[in-house]
């Protein structure tokens, strides 16, 4: 009977950011309308989909030997977890997931220390404790079921919760006070299963391409030809990822010396780099999309 990984996917707002990531890294998950287990091209994984906040504790129980959740999830299980990679990718952006205190603009509250005695509703409810612990705060934290933004100020003094841009809180007339963690998504091994060889050599697969697929967003290939007395005018123009490949081409005798160029750029500087390369001779430029790097 051939081996399977037990591997965790963050149901949820997570969930399909997740998916597509892996899908680029060359793992197809298929799901169903209602089914938590999905399938997949890869034989050897068991998928199942669990909400992020419980990844971490399914992990480090040894019921899952592997999954994707967030930093923030995990802290609490970190000694029983293998830390594998860090995925900066998100729900909505690609900026981190932040913890934030938040009170409405008009409080009174002005830092952590003012929270003294207060009522805190949050989904976080140990990261917020946690928080007031190291700043040596009492106060009353309680579980917020969702809709937290709307219980300040009438049902609780400040909320403890989760943003990638803010916009949302400033346009409930709310304002930050504190950040209490940053996170992205990470790959986390269970420390038994990363003991076994072929699960420890199949996480360390998967994680090598996930983070190659994340190496490739935001970046295109660039392909030209171009006069090699115009090679150092080139090359000092490109906004290379590593130093590019130069080829020479085949000449028949008495023709010009030309090369051949590859390289990687950010997707959002080719449209102003390539008519600057064809100013400089450059011809049969070629931008073409990348799924991974592996650097």
Same mark, same amino acid.
């Given at each position: 009977?051939?081996?399977?990984?037990?591997?965790?996917?963050?149901?949820?707002?997570?969930?399909?950011?997740?998916?597509?990531?892996?899908?680029?890294?060359?793992?197809?998950?298929?799901?169903?309308?209602?089914?938590?287990?999905?399938?997949?091209?890869?034989?050897?994984?068991?998928?199942?989909?669990?909400?992020?906040?419980?990844?971490?504790?399914?992990?480090?129980?040894?019921?899952?030997?592997?999954?994707?959740?967030?930093?923030?999830?995990?802290?609490?299980?970190?000694?029983?977890?293998?830390?594998?990679?860090?995925?900066?990718? +998100?729900?909505?952006? $690609?900026?981190? &997931?932040?913890?934030? @205190?938040?009170? #409405?603009?008009? !409080?009174?509250?002005?830092?952590?220390?003012?929270?003294?005695?207060?009522?805190?509703?949050?989904?976080?409810?140990?990261?917020?404790?946690?928080?007031?612990?190291?700043?040596?705060?009492?106060?009353?934290?309680?579980?917020?079921?969702?809709?937290?933004?709307?219980?300040?100020?009438?049902?609780?003094?400040?909320?403890?919760?989760?943003?990638?841009?803010?916009?949302?809180?400033?346009?409930?007339?709310?304002?930050?006070?504190?950040?209490?963690?940053?996170?992205?998504?990470?790959?986390?091994?269970?420390?038994?299963?990363?003991?076994?060889?072929?699960?420890?050599?199949?996480?360390?697969?998967?994680?090598?391409?996930?983070?190659?697929?994340?190496?490739?967003?935001?970046?295109?290939?660039?392909?030209?030809?171009?006069?090699?007395? +115009?090679?150092?005018? $080139?090359?000092? &123009?490109?906004?290379? @990822?590593?130093? #590019?490949?130069? !080829?020479?081409?085949?000449?028949?005798?008495?023709?010009?010396?030309?090369?051949?160029?590859?390289?990687?750029?950010?997707?959002?500087?080719?449209?102003?780099?390539?008519?600057?390369?064809?100013?400089?001779?450059?011809?049969?430029?070629?931008?073409?999309?990348?799924?991974?790097?592996?650097?």
């Amino acid at each position: 009977m051939s081996q399977k990984l037990k591997i965790a996917l963050p149901k949820g707002s997570l969930q399909d950011p997740t998916i597509k990531l892996l899908e680029q890294a060359g793992f197809n998950v298929y799901l169903s309308s209602r089914g938590l287990r999905p399938d997949s091209d890869d034989g050897d994984l068991d998928i199942y989909l669990i909400r992020a906040q419980e990844i971490g504790r399914y992990l480090a129980q040894g019921f899952i030997d592997c999954g994707i959740t967030g930093l923030d999830w995990a802290t609490a299980h970190d000694e029983a977890l293998v830390d594998l990679a860090e995925l900066p990718y +998100s729900r909505a952006t $690609v900026r981190p &997931t932040k913890w934030v @205190l938040v009170v #409405p603009e008009d !409080s009174p509250i002005q830092s952590v220390k003012d929270l003294e005695g207060k009522r805190i509703a949050t989904e976080g409810v140990e990261i917020t404790e946690n928080y007031l612990k190291k700043h040596g705060v009492t106060a009353d934290v309680e579980y917020s079921w969702g809709a937290t933004e709307v219980k300040v100020p009438d049902l609780v003094d400040a909320i403890v919760d989760v943003t990638e841009t803010g916009n949302s809180i400033r346009a409930n007339n709310l304002r930050i006070v504190d950040t209490l963690l940053t996170s992205f998504p990470h790959f986390y091994g269970s420390k038994e299963a990363y003991e076994d060889d072929w699960k420890r050599q199949k996480m360390d697969r998967i994680v090598l391409m996930l983070k190659a697929a994340l190496e490739a967003r935001g970046k295109v290939g660039l392909k030209m030809n171009l006069p090699e007395k +115009s090679l150092q005018a $080139v090359l000092d &123009t490109l906004p290379s @990822l590593r130093r #590019p490949t130069v !080829s020479h081409l085949a000449v028949t005798e008495g023709e010009e010396n030309w090369v051949a160029i590859e390289t990687i750029i950010r997707d959002d500087v080719a449209r102003e780099l390539i008519p600057d390369l064809r100013n400089l001779g450059a011809e049969g430029i070629i931008e073409y999309p990348l799924s991974k790097i592996v650097l």
